[in-house]
């Protein structure tokens, strides 16, 4: 089969790639759409992640397809049972083992043994025995591939959003208008938030608009942008969402909160890197300050269900297509600017 590989740093190839054997417990999925994501371009940029991948190895994580096989048919183990070809399905990136510390805490999203699924880019993947038992999820029948690749994502914005116990009337603020501000946007405005988004570019900010968005506000490259939100904002701002991941962002996040605010650092910087923080101003305004990571079994359901009861749809944030064997040249092309939200790659051409 055809499969992308991450070999380093901006190093991407499409390759044949034999399908190995199942073992106990695991499926393969034949993949019917995946989608591109800013983790992965930041992956392509850095040549690894500390938690989700080491080159060489299969690349892209956000996925939905059709089961095509399960592990030996006799003596299912349990994990199995209710599986069978041609489900359609959706996985999520990764699992928690269910024992460690955190996972007994409910913090499952902390597990010390994460195990992760790579190898969205492909035309298959082969799905470990416990992301089957923990994060395999069944489609409905009208449930568009395409939809249910969001999952992942989505269910990482659940993870934020229920740490914030958004309520209905608070103003919010999210700095970026990439998918997962986008997706903040479109699930504090299905909290009844009044919403402001910070972004570059009118067509993405037009998108906030349309997805619930009172205000967006194109920073461009304005050097004083943090004063420029200030003076356009009609009012203070109850909640912060950084969903950029730089640490300029971070630090403006806190100076935008109002005294007795929330701030939610959801974009991850890369390691190594610091910020400077006002301490008086978060002593002394009485701050929340939160840092929302990843995703847990629940919240994959859960974003499931916004997704099957049309809250998010692909349609607002996929605005473009590419085939298997142009990925090497598409995320050059996002290295170097690309401005599209998500891209859906068609695995079979």
Not at 139 to 153: H, I, N, Q, Y
Not at 329 to 348: C, D, P, Y
Request: include cysteine; charged fraction near 20%; hydrophobic fraction near 45%.
């Amino acid at each position: 089969m055809k499969a992308t590989i991450l070999h380093g740093k901006e190093q991407i190839k499409i390759q044949e790639v034999a399908p190995r054997p199942l073992q106990p417990g695991e499926v393969r999925i034949d993949i019917q759409a995946a989608l591109t994501c800013g983790t992965d371009l930041k992956i392509f940029k850095r040549g690894y992640h500390a938690k989700m991948i080491a080159p060489p190895a299969a690349f892209g994580h956000e996925l939905a397809g059709v089961i095509s096989e399960i592990s030996a048919p006799l003596n299912l183990p349990d994990g199995l049972r209710n599986w069978r070809a041609g489900d359609r399905v959706v996985v999520a990136n990764s699992a928690p083992c269910g024992t460690c510390f955190y996972c007994r805490q409910g913090q499952e999203n902390l597990c010390d043994d994460l195990l992760f699924l790579n190898g969205a880019y492909a035309e298959s993947v082969v799905v470990p025995a416990r992301l089957v038992e923990k994060n395999l999820l069944h489609l409905k029948p009208d449930t568009d591939f395409r939809d249910a690749a969001l999952v992942e994502p989505l269910a990482c914005v659940v993870q934020g959003v229920e740490e914030l116990k958004l309520r209905a009337g608070q103003r919010v603020l999210v700095i970026g208008s990439g998918p997962i501000g986008l997706m903040f946007v479109t699930m504090a405005k299905h909290s009844d938030c009044v919403v402001t988004v910070v972004g570059r570019g009118e067509k993405r900010l037009q998108t906030a608009r349309r997805l619930g968005a009172s205000q967006g506000v194109d920073i461009g490259e304005n050097p004083d942008w943090i004063k420029a939100v200030a003076s356009a904002a009609s009012s203070v701002f109850d909640v912060v969402i950084e969903a950029v991941g730089k640490s300029e962002t971070w630090e403006a996040a806190v100076q935008l909160v109002r005294k007795g605010g929330v701030v939610n650092f959801f974009g991850g910087c890369p390691c190594g890197a610091a910020v400077s923080l006002d301490t008086a101003r978060i002593h002394y305004s009485n701050l929340t300050l939160l840092a929302s990571f990843h995703h847990t079994p629940r919240t994959i359901r859960r974003a499931m269900e916004l997704i099957e009861t049309g809250v998010i749809k692909a349609g607002d944030f996929v605005d473009g297509e590419c085939p298997l064997s142009k990925i090497p040249e598409l995320f050059q092309s996002m290295a170097a600017g690309n401005r599209a939200v998500k891209t859906l790659i068609r695995v079979r051409e």
